[in-house]
């Protein structure tokens, strides 16, 4: 069996998301939040319908990865969200369909986000599960599908640190546990990771087109930048300079 952290370049390229929101276990005896509280949603597969996978599909020519897997998402399950920057992608290949998929973490904080009707709900049954009990219930699942769960795993203690420590969880009663303030504070904080990420971006292209500008302003006046006072260009071996 292949390895599905190997990718092909001769696959094909997909997206898709992993929906996760927080629920506190009904066995918790504190406000902590574990692997227990965290739960992610699987859906039937649109051809057997016997196995339990991530939603995801095909690219459109004129979509980014992240927008095609927040559509696949909503078309296959019904759930909106907010991708978690906290969390990195997961890219894995799946060897029996000759496709490389790239699943991204979709905080799914507002129960208005689960819609009850959905697109494809005549092919698809959707399930929400514990992150720490998905694998012993589900048995036997795809490879891929089994790779992205256990990074997730491992990866997921960064945001259940930051929410643990932000909130004083260890010290909050359960019966006061702050669903609500949680989902907003994950809301927020990736919303404004998003928008320094876009800020960014201008500001590398504002930095870009300033130094085309001024290059072009140089070619106008007569003078390149790029060459030294004898003619020879800055790139050139020091042996041209001196002959």
């Known amino acids: 069996m292949m390895?599905?952290?190997?990718?092909?370049?001769?696959?094909?390229?997909?997206?898709?998301?992993?929906?996760?929101?927080?629920?506190?276990?009904?066995?918790?005896?504190?406000?902590?939040?574990?692997q227990d509280d965290i739960q992610i949603m699987l859906v039937t597969s649109g051809t057997s319908g016997m196995n339990w996978v991530f939603p995801k599909g095909s690219i459109k020519k004129s979509e980014s990865n992240k927008k095609a897997a927040k559509r696949e998402t909503f078309e296959e399950s019904g759930i909106k969200g907010k991708i978690l920057h906290q969390l990195s992608p997961i890219t894995l290949a799946d060897h029996n369909k000759g496709v490389n998929i790239t699943y991204f973490p979709l905080f799914v904080g507002k129960k208005k986000n689960t819609?009850?009707?959905?697109?494809?709900?005549?092919?698809?049954?959707?399930?929400?599960?514990?992150?720490s009990k998905v694998l012993p219930i589900l048995g036997e699942v795809k490879p891929h599908i089994e790779a992205a769960i256990l990074q997730l795993q491992r990866s997921i203690g960064t945001l259940q640190q930051q929410l643990n420590t932000t909130f004083n969880l260890q010290s909050v009663p359960l019966d006061q546990f702050?669903?609500?303030?949680?989902?907003?504070?994950?809301?927020?904080?990736?919303?404004?990771?998003?928008?320094?990420?876009?800020?960014?971006?201008?500001?590398?292209?504002?930095?870009?087109?300033?130094?085309?500008?001024?290059?072009?302003?140089?070619?106008?006046?007569?003078?390149?930048?790029?060459?030294?006072?004898?003619?020879?260009?800055?790139?050139?071996?020091?042996?041209?300079?001196?002959?």
Request: charged letters at 40%.
């Open 178 to 243: 702050p669903q609500t303030e949680i989902a907003d504070f994950v809301i927020e904080t990736n919303k404004k990771k998003k928008k320094d990420v876009q800020d960014g971006k201008e500001g590398k292209k504002k930095k870009e087109g300033g130094k085309k500008d001024k290059k072009k302003k140089n070619k106008e006046n007569g003078s390149d930048p790029s060459k030294t006072d004898n003619g020879t260009t800055a790139s050139e071996p020091l042996a041209q300079c001196i002959q």
């Open 3 to 34: 390895n599905c952290n190997y990718l092909s370049q001769n696959y094909n390229d997909q997206a898709g998301c992993i929906p996760i929101r927080i629920k506190k276990d009904e066995n918790s005896t504190n406000s902590l939040i574990t």
């Open 115 to 131: 819609k009850k009707e959905w697109m494809e709900q005549t092919k698809r049954q959707r399930k929400w599960f514990r992150l």
